[in-house]
């Protein structure tokens, strides 16, 4: 029986940041017309296809969708995965090593169940970055797990410090959810990296829940994936899945179509729970995402909006606040200690200029004293055209000097 302090603690990992920036800024008015760096919603135009796939399919709705996804949409998914990874070519069937996905949230939340199930331990524990994305820990929490958080800070390079983890840990371990370009931070996992934490999944039995939603978004060389890595070692996607989805890669959220692809025997299991306990994407929207993943051109926009804002960024922001460019993803990370943390920092922009951004320790659990990793930092989400990001930096250097 659940009692009050374990859902005090449930509640605790699993608390929306965005509800408590709403409960820290209260009532208070903003200094000047809002800008808000807060989400990370890309607003990039809507792609010219959308309106024509949706209006030649509007009758679909009427149907029931396949909750595996339809044939074309997982084709396009699998050729997309080649495309993107040309060493895989060949290597990803749709059949076996896809399960089509309501977002790529929806899976990295029920995947939990099918890992918690493939391995029986009296204690199993899920690895979570911290910061995380609140949805790994909600999974670990429902799978009667404990989750395990790894700090990610300046001294680990922002990516969890594999070398640290312990034997007794990682043979208890169903689960570790990794993000690459990983969010806050924007760090990126090189292949090297994901071939250790692939081998640490094989040795110790546990699945390597590959987080790679902002893989899309970068302004160098594309950032290496998890399923290349795990391939390159010997030819197999064994104890791997990676998911990825349509939100940020084509500024589609509202489609929710993502996807997890990877170990087969995994997929299928994942699949069969899925079948009974998961959304369907209504048809019409997986006609949309079917075009989505088989073009690019819609994506090169995208990624060229970002890479505006993130040049006025360096122009910007260049020697302050710790700024550093992010190797990928729209997110920068900003260290406001000299400003009294995260939370005054929010507070101080929101009231003084109308910047609204998100206070870092929200996205993270704390230690023994209560303070996360994070919490003198601020998350912005350069998301917007780019003379709407000038203006709000400027806000902000204004404002903070």
Same mark, same amino acid.
């Given at each position: 029986?659940?009692?009050?302090?374990?859902?005090?603690?449930?509640?605790?990992?699993?608390?929306?940041?965005?509800?408590?920036?709403?409960?820290?800024?209260?009532?208070?008015?903003?200094?000047?017309?809002?800008?808000?760096?807060? *989400?990370?919603?890309?607003?990039?135009?809507?792609?010219?296809?959308?309106?024509?796939?949706?209006?030649?399919?509007?009758?679909?709705?009427?149907?029931?969708?396949?909750?595996?996804?339809?044939?074309?949409?997982?084709?396009? =998914?699998?050729?997309?995965?080649?495309?993107?990874?040309?060493?895989?070519?060949?290597?990803?069937?749709?059949?076996?090593?896809?399960?089509?996905?309501?977002?790529?949230?929806?899976?990295?939340?029920?995947?939990?169940?099918?890992?918690?199930?493939?391995?029986?331990?009296?204690?199993?524990?899920?690895?979570?970055?911290?910061?995380?994305?609140?949805?790994?820990?909600?999974?670990?929490?429902?799978?009667?797990?404990?989750?395990?958080?790894?700090?990610?800070?300046?001294?680990?390079?922002?990516?969890?410090?594999?070398?640290?983890?312990?034997?007794?840990?990682?043979?208890?371990?169903?689960?570790?959810?990794?993000? &690459?370009? &990983?969010?806050?931070?924007?760090?990126?996992?090189?292949?090297?990296?994901?071939?250790?934490?692939?081998?640490?999944?094989?040795?110790?039995?546990?699945?390597?829940?590959?987080?790679?939603?902002?893989?899309?978004?970068?302004?160098?060389?594309?950032?290496?994936?998890?399923?290349?890595?795990?391939?390159?070692?010997?030819?197999?996607?064994?104890?791997? =899945? &990676?998911?990825?989805?349509?939100?940020?890669?084509?500024?589609?959220?509202?489609?929710? &179509?993502?996807?997890?692809?990877?170990?087969?025997?995994?997929?299928?299991?994942?699949?069969?729970?899925?079948?009974?306990? $998961?959304?369907?994407?209504?048809?019409?929207?997986?006609?949309? $995402?079917?075009?989505?993943?088989?073009?690019? $051109?819609?994506?090169?926009?995208?990624?060229? =909006?970002?890479?505006?804002?993130?040049?006025?960024?360096?122009?910007?922001?260049?020697?302050?606040?710790?700024?550093?460019?992010?190797?990928?993803?729209?997110?920068?990370?900003?260290?406001?200690?000299?400003?009294?943390?995260?939370?005054?920092?929010?507070?101080?922009?929101?009231?003084?200029?109308?910047?609204?951004?998100?206070?870092?320790?929200?996205?993270?659990?704390?230690?023994?004293?209560?303070?996360?990793?994070?919490?003198?930092?601020?998350?912005?989400?350069?998301?917007?055209?780019?003379?709407?990001?000038?203006?709000? *930096?400027?806000? =902000?250097?204004?404002?903070?000097?």
């Amino acid at each position: 029986m659940s009692t009050d302090s374990d859902l005090t603690a449930l509640d605790t990992l699993v608390a929306s940041p965005f509800a408590r920036l709403k409960a820290l800024l209260g009532d208070t008015p903003p200094g000047k017309p809002p800008i808000t760096f807060a *989400l990370g919603e890309p607003q990039a135009p809507l792609p010219d296809f959308v309106p024509e796939v949706l209006n030649q399919s509007m009758a679909d709705f009427t149907r029931y969708p396949p909750i595996a996804g339809t044939p074309g949409l997982r084709g396009a =998914i699998a050729a997309w995965l080649q495309r993107r990874y040309p060493s895989l070519a060949g290597a990803v069937d749709a059949e076996k090593n896809l399960a089509v996905l309501n977002g790529s949230r929806e899976g990295l939340f029920s995947a939990i169940f099918p890992a918690r199930a493939r391995k029986a331990v009296a204690d199993p524990a899920v690895l979570v970055p911290n910061p995380f994305y609140q949805a790994y820990a909600a999974a670990a929490a429902a799978a009667g797990a404990e989750p395990v958080f790894l700090d990610c800070t300046a001294e680990t390079g922002f990516l969890p410090d594999l070398d640290t983890l312990d034997e007794a840990l990682l043979n208890r371990t169903i689960a570790f959810y990794l993000c &690459s370009p &990983s969010n806050p931070q924007g760090a990126v996992a090189d292949a090297a990296y994901w071939q250790k934490a692939v081998r640490l999944a094989r040795r110790h039995d546990f699945m390597l829940f590959a987080d790679e939603c902002y893989s899309e978004i970068y302004t160098g060389e594309p950032p290496a994936g998890a399923l290349e890595a795990a391939f390159a070692l010997d030819g197999t996607f064994d104890h791997v =899945i &990676s998911f990825n989805s349509l939100s940020k890669r084509s500024g589609l959220p509202g489609v929710r &179509s993502g996807f997890a692809a990877g170990d087969s025997r995994f997929c299928a299991a994942f699949s069969r729970f899925r079948n009974v306990a $998961a959304p369907q994407t209504p048809l019409p929207l997986q006609a949309v $995402a079917e075009k989505a993943w088989s073009d690019e $051109a819609h994506v090169t926009v995208g990624r060229r =909006i970002i890479e505006q804002n993130l040049d006025l960024a360096d122009d910007l922001l260049a020697g302050r606040y710790g700024y550093q460019r992010p190797q990928g993803g729209f997110f920068l990370w900003l260290d406001m200690a000299q400003f009294g943390g995260g939370e005054a920092a929010a507070k101080t922009l929101w009231k003084e200029c109308g910047v609204r951004v998100l206070p870092g320790g929200y996205l993270a659990h704390g230690d023994n004293q209560g303070r996360p990793p994070g919490s003198s930092y601020v998350r912005l989400a350069l998301v917007h055209e780019a003379p709407v990001t000038e203006e709000g *930096l400027k806000r =902000i250097v204004g404002t903070l000097g």
